[in-house]
């Protein structure tokens, strides 16, 4: 059912083709008959569908967790950028001392 009550109904089909040699000159004679053969086996099936607007608030606190978790991805990455360099200039002016 859509957002605007309108009820769309529709129809699945699906095919499956198998298709094998038929030797006529089979002294058996079990090898089948040539010819088309059709199957159906109907499986009924209902899906329902319901579509619902959320509200502005909802996208608002949406982007509101996005933006928040691109602020703190970054502050992490900053911070173990920040920190390796201060741990490796440390170990270069170790290295100059003695």
Known sequence: ?????????????????????????SPLGDQGLPGVFILYELSPLMVKFTEKSRSFMHFLTGVCAIVGGIFTVAGLIDSMIYHSSRALQKKIELGKAH
Not at 1 to 25: C, G, L, P, W
Request: charged share 30%.
């Open 1 to 25: 059912m859509k957002s605007d009550e309108s009820i769309i109904r529709s129809n699945q089909y699906s095919v499956t083709k198998h298709q094998k040699r038929v030797s006529t000159s």
